[in-house]
C-alpha cells in the first residue's frame, strides 16, 4: 500500500489530511454532505484524481469515479484495502506452515537418533543376540520335526477318505509343533527380563542397604 509524501496529501477543509486510502476512508464518512459535493459530484471526482495522480492507482480511480456516494466510496476502499492485505497475510500463514515442517523434521531426525543410539547399546546388542539365538533354535528344531514327519508320510498320496484324515492329522500336528516352539522362544524371552529386572532390583536393594541401612547400624552400636 502507497503512502503519499507530506507535500502530497489530501487535505479537507477542516485541517484533516489523508496520506493512503485507510486514512481517505475514515475522513470521508464523517464528512458533511456539504463538503462532500465539493470534492465529488457530476463533473468531478477529487478522491479519484488524487488516487491515480498521487498514489498511481488507476484501476482504483477507476472504480471511484462511479462511485457518487460516500457509503460507495466507502465500500470501494474497503474492498481495496482488503485486497492489499491478503498477500500480507498469506505469507504469514505461509510461514506459519514453513516452521511447522521445521518443527516436525526436527521430530522426526531426534527419533532416528534415539532409535540409533539404542540399537547401539551393549544391553540391547546382547539381547539382541539372545532373541536371535533362541529364534534360531526354534527354527532348527520345528525343521527338525517336519523332516521326521515327512519320513513317516506314505509315498503315496491317499487314496481312501480314511487316509487322507490321517494324512491332514498328521499335518495339524506338525503346525502344533511349530506353534509349540515359536510360543516355547517367547517364554524364553520373557524369563531372560524377569530375571534382569531380578537383578536390577537385587542390586539396587544392596546399595541401598550398604549406604543407608548399615551406616545408621554403626552409629547405634
Do not use: C
Not at 546382547?126 to 539365538?133: I, Q
Amino acid at each position: 500500500m502507497i503512502d503519499a509524501s507530506d507535500d502530497k496529501r489530501f487535505v479537507f477543509h477542516d485541517g484533516r489530511s489523508a496520506k493512503n486510502i485507510i486514512e481517505l476512508k475514515e475522513i470521508v464518512l464523517t464528512l458533511p454532505d456539504a463538503e462532500f459535493s465539493q470534492f465529488v459530484n457530476d463533473s468531478k471526482n477529487d478522491f479519484a484524481n488524487w488516487t491515480e495522480y498521487v498514489l498511481m492507482d488507476a484501476a482504483l480511480a477507476n472504480q471511484l469515479r462511479g462511485a457518487k456516494s460516500k457509503y460507495l466510496i466507502e465500500e470501494v476502499l474497503t474492498r481495496k484495502i482488503r485486497d492489499s492485505l491478503r498477500p500480507h497475510d498469506s505469507m504469514h500463514e505461509n510461514m506459519h506452515h514453513d516452521t511447522i515442517r521445521s518443527q516436525e523434521k526436527n521430530m522426526s531426525q531426534k527419533h532416528e537418533v534415539h532409535v540409533h543410539v539404542q540399537q547401539e547399546h551393549p544391553v540391547n546388542k546382547w539381547y539382541a543376540f539372545f532373541v536371535k539365538k533362541q529364534r534360531d533354535e526354534a527354527k532348527n528344531t520345528t525343521e527338525t520335526n517336519m523332516n521326521e514327519k515327512k519320513e513317516h508320510v506314505p509315498s503315496n498320496l491317499p487314496n481312501t477318505a480314511k487316509d487322507e484324515t490321517k494324512y491332514v492329522s498328521q499335518e495339524h500336528s506338525l503346525q502344533s509343533a511349530t506353534q509349540h516352539s515359536i510360543d516355547k522362544s517367547s517364554t524364553s524371552e520373557n524369563i531372560f527380563w524377569i530375571i534382569l529386572y531380578g537383578l536390577l532390583i537385587g542390586i539396587i536393594i544392596v546399595i541401598v542397604l550398604w549406604k543407608y541401612v548399615l551406616p545408621m547400624i554403626g552409629v547405634q552400636t
